[in-house]
C-alpha cells in the first residue's frame, strides 16, 4: 500500500516554471515505478512523465519533452516533476501515481495507486 500526496502547484504565467512534489508514504518506495499524469477539464487522464524503479529510466510525452523532468529521491521518497517553459495547455491538474515494479507504462491502467492531484494554471 502506498498513499501520495502531490504539491507545488499554483498560478504561472507562460514561459514560466513550478516544480511539484509527491510525497509517498508506505514500504519500498524504491520498487515503485513513478509517473505524473494530468487531466484537464472535460479531458481524459494522460500521461506526462515516468520514471522506473530499476535504473530510472524516464520517459515522456511527446508534448512535454525537453521542458520537463522527472527525477525521484529514494532516500526521502519522493518523486519530482521540474516543469519548464510553461504553456496554457498544460493547465490542468497533475496527479501522481505509482506502479509496483512497473516497466515504465504510459497507460493509466497499469498505475495502482494515485494522488489527489495538485493545479497547475499557466495563463497567457
Known amino acids: 500500500q502506498v498513499q501520495l500526496v502531490e504539491s507545488g502547484g499554483g498560478l504561472v504565467q507562460a514561459g514560466g516554471s513550478l516544480r511539484l512534489s509527491c510525497a509517498a508514504s508506505?514500504?519500498?518506495?524504491?520498487?515503485?515505478?513513478m509517473a505524473w499524469f494530468r487531466q484537464a477539464p472535460g479531458k481524459e487522464r494522460e500521461f506526462v512523465a515516468t520514471?522506473?524503479?530499476?535504473?530510472?529510466?524516464?520517459y515522456y510525452a511527446d508534448s512535454v519533452k525537453g521542458r520537463f523532468t522527472i527525477s525521484r529521491d529514494n532516500a526521502k521518497d519522493m518523486v519530482y516533476l521540474q516543469m519548464n517553459t510553461l504553456k496554457p495547455e498544460d493547465t490542468a491538474t497533475y496527479y501522481c501515481?505509482?506502479?509496483?515494479?512497473?516497466?515504465?507504462?504510459?497507460?493509466?491502467?497499469?498505475?495502482?495507486?494515485w494522488g489527489q492531484g495538485t493545479q497547475v494554471t499557466v495563463s497567457s
Open positions: 501515481a505509482a506502479d509496483y515494479l512497473g516497466t515504465g507504462s504510459g497507460m493509466t491502467n497499469d498505475y495502482d495507486y
Open positions: 508506505g514500504r519500498t518506495f524504491s520498487m515503485y515505478t
Open positions: 520514471i522506473t524503479w530499476r535504473g530510472g529510466t524516464t
